[in-house]
């Protein structure tokens, strides 16, 4: 973990424990990342609720509540999975917001609509509302979970409108 997410982590919990809120996380592509980095931090139990790890179609289905015929019809790694993965896990937790990835992290796996790179978030708040954002973002496996880790940081900070 860089310097930077752990800095972005810890400003995180911090904002969170002041409101006294708690997060949840549903991680495809990132495998635990999110999750392992926020609890890398001292007093993330006052946080972090719950991780996700729904790697496999069949884990988004059965753990998320994700609708099969949903990921067969706009594929995995799409804005509306995206979306059921984090309004899933939330309703599957005790979070005030859970954030979702699904992407392709490489170097395999990329096609001309959907390239290496492509990760879809969603962040879904108590308060009602679901964010969406679809990012490409470039470099090796590492640097792309790294930047998408960052960014899931940046959606749980928004979903506080701090």
Same mark, same amino acid.
């Given at each position: 973990?860089?310097?930077?997410?752990?800095? +972005?982590?810890?400003?995180? /919990?911090? @904002?969170?424990?002041? $409101?006294?809120? =708690? @997060?949840?996380?549903?991680?495809?592509? &990132?495998?635990? =990342? /999110?999750?392992? &980095?926020?609890?890398?931090?001292?007093?993330?139990?006052?946080?972090?609720?719950?991780?996700?790890?729904?790697?496999? %179609?069949?884990?988004?289905?059965?753990?998320?509540?994700?609708?099969?015929?949903? /990921?067969?019809?706009?594929?995995? *790694?799409?804005?509306?999975?995206?979306?059921?993965?984090?309004?899933?896990?939330? *309703? !599957?937790? +005790?979070?005030?917001?859970?954030?979702?990835?699904?992407? /392709?992290?490489?170097? %395999?796996?990329? &096609?001309?609509?959907?390239?290496?790179?492509?990760?879809?978030?969603?962040?879904?708040?108590?308060?009602?509302?679901?964010?969406?954002? !679809? @990012?490409?973002?470039?470099?090796?496996?590492?640097?792309? !979970?790294? $930047?998408?880790?960052?960014?899931?940081?940046?959606?749980? =900070?928004?979903?506080?409108? @701090?």
């Amino acid at each position: 973990m860089t310097p930077a997410l752990r800095k +972005q982590a810890a400003e995180l /919990i911090e @904002v969170y424990t002041a $409101q006294g809120k =708690m @997060v949840a996380s549903a991680e495809s592509c &990132t495998g635990g =990342m /999110i999750t392992a &980095t926020l609890t890398a931090v001292s007093g993330s139990s006052s946080v972090v609720d719950r991780g996700f790890v729904t790697y496999t %179609n069949e884990a988004k289905a059965e753990m998320l509540g994700v609708d099969m015929a949903m /990921i067969v019809e706009y594929g995995a *790694v799409s804005e509306p999975v995206a979306r059921a993965m984090a309004e899933g896990a939330l *309703v !599957r937790s +005790q979070a005030y917001a859970a954030v979702s990835v699904t992407g /392709i992290a490489g170097p %395999n796996g990329g &096609t001309d609509a959907k390239p290496v790179g492509l990760v879809h978030f969603g962040c879904a708040s108590r308060d009602g509302k679901t964010m969406h954002r !679809r @990012v490409v973002f470039s470099g090796d496996r590492d640097a792309v !979970r790294e $930047q998408t880790v960052a960014m899931a940081f940046e959606l749980l =900070m928004a979903a506080l409108d @701090v």
